[in-house]
């Protein structure tokens, strides 16, 4: 089906996910009007999916034939526009310092992870620059079409910049990847890393 808006932006979904009781027509947000800036008086709301999805200043719904394509899809953008895997590091910031003989406790390390409609599994954590891998605690499972907040600690054994990553896992078993070759036009992938500066 193809959306359309009053900017004469267009864009199509499967009528399937159309259908899905999460695929919304908003016109409200938190209770009040929907702002214009975000598509006053009518938008779709299609969790899981890129942005681009997400008609805003909703004027008109047609049903098309499945060779139907929006705005981005006539770019070379797609074919999937369902939001990979992500994951990210919080705490601490990137190239943080710690002195080794002055660290009374571990070092809190946290952050977040998104799986779309999947939900998130797991959490892992590598410390060596992604060589090897430890599980974090997930301490808030946001379910599906939520963030999910997640934790571990870390004792440093030596001086040394260290290389922190995360990735996750989806609610389907599948690890998030880093794909260097992954067209542009399907989304990025790949996993967040700190650099962690520990001195003697």
Known sequence: MRLHGVDN?????????????????????????LPHR??????????GYFGEKHVKWLTRIELTDASAKGFYETQGWG???ITPTRSRIDLP????????????????VKG???????????????F??????????IYYAG???????????????AAGDFVLVVRATDGEGDVQEWEEDRSFFSGVTGFHKIVVRVTA
């Open 112 to 126: 977040i992870a998104y799986g779309g409609d999947r939900g998130i599994s797991r959490v892992e954590l590598s």
């Open 38 to 47: 975000h598509g006053y008086p009518l938008r779709v709301i299609v969790p």
């Open 143 to 157: 379910g599906d079409l939520a963030w999910s907040l997640w934790k571990t600690e870390w004792r440093p054994e």
């Open 9 to 33: 932006y267009t864009d199509t979904i499967r009528l399937e996910k159309a259908m899905e009781p999460t695929t919304l027509l908003a016109y409200n947000m938190n209770g009040v009007r």
């Open 93 to 108: 910031d990137h190239e943080s310092r710690f002195a080794l003989g002055e660290l009374q406790q571990a070092v809190e």
């Open 79 to 81: 074919p999937d526009f």
């Open 128 to 137: 060596d620059d992604g060589k090897s891998w430890r599980d974090a605690d």
